[in-house]
């Protein structure tokens, strides 16, 4: 083989074995299902998953038209939907409440009501099925008029540290009420510094925080925000001003720094599939367990394409999913928990 070097045409012999053609072929370890079980580099179980789900009462319960296959569910349907999940091995539950509009204000009192509809909820649930986990959200944009995850100032910007305030006595209220892990989703800063603290102070030491450190301001929410009722609410405001710019990765980093800092003991990158560099990021970066959420806007795609017939069901969520896993997300949120879980389980039997 002759090449241009720095002192000019040179040659060099590459040995050419006859009839060794090709020396190594990779495809022989993917002939047959059971050498490509033995390699195989990522393993997803149904201890990777977590099920988001919808509470509600009264006329606010039934199907999500913007999610086919998603309920708001009574209490007494999460308990029965908590019961089949803790059964299929999925670990943990997180709950979103769906509060009706009469009960919301400006200040998203109701978020600290001790009777409320996610303290009951909690209990419900740790008495169906005492062995799963319950996640609860920290924000506002449930219980407020205006759709937002903290409190508006008088110029209609979101104030970070009156929102705080406001989010660890709501932390420390679910923790109270028997919640496991408590997830503030609002992108306040400094909030996971001041729900430690408080969780600290009341001795709840075992109470883990999930923050949701790197949450962009995605345009994949919309389904979500439909389901807990905050979209009309929210109108045509955006949440540019918390949540991190979609283009920026540096930033997540920063954020995720500051978090574990602050006593979070897992860390989010939400949404999930557009961003799986951040989560491989954050991953390599850190060694700490990153959750991963597969947002409303990706399932309600992959649903819409199912629907149609042109995609596979099964295969592109578990293909999803392992992606999702493969990237480095040790926790994985997905409204397809349930299925996915039952697949996996007969895929084993």
Known sequence: ?????????????????????PLTRPRRLRQAPFVRDLVRETR?????????LFVAEGDLAGPITSMPGCDRLTLEALCETAQRLQTLGVPAIALFPVIPQG???????????PEGLVPRAIAAVKQAAPQL???????????????????????GYVDNDATV????????????????????????????????RVLERDGLHRTLILSYAAKYASAFYGPFRDAVGSSANLGKAGKQTYQMDPANTDEALREVALDLDEGADIVMVKPGLPYLDIIRRVKDRFGVPVAAYQVS??????QAAIARDMLDERGVLMEAL????RAGSDII????????ARWLRESQA
């Open 1 to 21: 083989i002759r090449y241009i070097g720095v002192t000019g045409v040179q040659t060099c012999a590459i040995p050419i074995l006859a009839g060794a053609y």
């Open 322 to 325: 392992t992606c999702l896993h």
């Open 44 to 52: 997803l179980s149904a201890g990777n998953l977590v099920q988001p």
């Open 165 to 196: 305030e406001v989010l660890r006595k709501q932390a420390l209220l679910y923790a109270r009420s028997g919640a496991d892990m408590v997830a503030p989703s609002d992108m306040m800063d400094g909030r996971v510094g001041e729900i430690r």
């Open 333 to 340: 949120f997905t409204y397809y928990a349930e299925r996915a």
């Open 297 to 302: 806007g990706e399932y309600s795609m992959m």
């Open 133 to 155: 986990g319950v996640i609860v959200d920290i924000a506002l944009d449930p219980y407020t008029t205006h759709g937002h995850d903290g409190l508006l100032d008088a110029e």
């Open 103 to 113: 009960r919301k204000s400006d200040r998203g009192e109701e978020a600290l009501n």
